[in-house]
């Protein structure tokens, strides 16, 4: 055949594919999501989250040197509440002795460079297991955003480096940064997480932090996974109201989102790479059905192509340690 075009000269060689590369997965590129329990010296795998733990705050120490050693730079912390410590306003959620708040502390004095996202939204402290609070089975918005401030700030005034409010409640960045500006923590950033959709790729967190809604579901303040248009609003909102990064969540099902929201944001877009999807991938490789390794820094790959510049995901540590093996 007289081709003109042959686009597989660069594919010839792995040489040629490296040279000609578009994007990259870095270990920079990553947070790692932890979670955190009360009690000492023990690690509970979380049973739909394989290789996945809670970790009481001395074991979480030693896991992060670990995470710290192999070039991970963030993590994003989430508590386990116990039980008789919720209620319907999470009003331990600003506890300045509550379990995130000493978390923060304690791993700030053993690792003062490791970036820490803390989580804003009350389901963890919720004894409805719902992010905001509830009257007469709705949940407020006004009077949420006012608790999360609180939560906001005791974080900050913890140490944390980024708060990511997490909760979908409208108002919540302009009043969190707000909050965080009068309390003279100018210097904390907000990750917002705006285009957060009710979706049911969340269940093996809830499982994690045994914080699934008492009733109901989320669809009154997570978005509709139909709609893109709404996560091009959402985004504008936030990044006018403060935000210093914007986050689309769910990632794996969402990609065009990323993409959209890509286009439109002047601020870093990062994507939640959530339980869900990672236990997808855990079942399939534990049966033997998938590579693990291949399946994993391809989809976290394709979140960067999609146009991610952050990547929240549990499998971040493996990923250090694969990309630090080296690959071809
Ligand atoms: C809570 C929160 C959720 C996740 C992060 N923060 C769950 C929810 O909204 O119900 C999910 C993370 C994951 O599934 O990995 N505000």
């Known amino acids: 055949m007289e081709l003109t075009h042959r686009p597989r000269r660069l594919r010839r060689t792995a040489q040629i594919r490296r040279l000609v590369?578009?994007?990259?997965?870095?270990?920079?590129?990553?947070?790692?999501?932890?979670?955190?329990?009360?009690?000492?010296?023990?690690?509970?795998?979380?049973?739909?989250?394989?290789?996945?733990?809670?970790?009481?705050?001395?074991?979480?120490?030693?896991?992060?040197?670990e995470v710290d050693a192999l070039g991970i730079g963030a993590i994003a912390l989430f508590p386990l509440v116990p039980e008789h410590l919720k209620d319907?306003?999470?009003?331990?959620?600003?506890?300045p002795e509550g379990l995130v708040q000493r978390s923060v502390r304690a791993i700030k004095e053993v690792l003062p460079d490791l970036l820490i996202f803390t989580d804003v939204a009350l389901d963890p402290y919720s004894s409805e297991g719902h992010d905001g609070i509830v009257k007469d089975g709705e949940i407020l918005n006004d009077e949420t955003v006012e608790v999360l401030v609180k939560q906001a700030v005791s974080q900050a005034a913890a140490g944390a480096?980024?708060?990511a409010?997490?909760?979908?409640?409208?108002?919540?960045?302009?009043?969190?940064?707000?909050?965080?500006?009068?309390?003279?923590y100018t210097h904390v950033g907000i990750l917002a997480y705006s285009a957060k959709y009710a979706s049911a790729y969340y269940g093996p967190f809830r499982d994690a932090l045994d914080s699934a809604?008492?009733?109901?579901?989320?669809?009154?303040?997570q978005m509709d996974p139909a709609n893109v248009r709404e996560a091009v609003r959402e985004v504008s909102f936030d990044i006018e109201e403060g935000a210093d990064m914007v986050m689309v969540k769910p990632a794996l099902a969402y990609m065009d989102v990323i993409a959209q929201l890509k286009q439109v944001s002047n601020v870093p877009v990062a994507a939640y790479n959530v339980s869900g999807e990672y236990a997808m991938v855990k079942a399939a490789a534990r049966n033997g059905w998938i590579d693990e390794k291949k399946v994993?820094?391809?989809?976290?790959?394709?979140?960067?192509?999609?146009?991610?510049?952050?990547?929240?995901?549990?499998?971040?540590?493996?990923?250090?340690?694969w990309l630090q093996e080296g690959l071809n």
């Open 296 to 321: 994993v820094l391809e989809t976290l790959l394709g979140f960067k192509r999609a146009g991610a510049d952050v990547i929240l995901t549990y499998h971040a540590k493996q990923v250090a340690q």
């Open 88 to 95: 319907n306003a999470g009003t331990e959620s600003y506890n």
């Open 21 to 65: 590369r578009e994007h990259t997965l870095t270990t920079a590129d990553l947070i790692y999501p932890v979670f955190v329990m009360e009690g000492e010296d023990q690690a509970q795998e979380v049973p739909s989250m394989p290789d996945c733990y809670r970790y009481t705050l001395d074991r979480l120490i030693l896991e992060l040197k």
């Open 213 to 221: 809604p008492k009733f109901g579901d989320k669809k009154t303040y």
């Open 161 to 163: 480096d980024f708060v």
């Open 165 to 184: 409010p997490s909760d979908m409640m409208d108002g919540r960045v302009g009043a969190i940064r707000a909050g965080l500006d009068a309390a003279g």
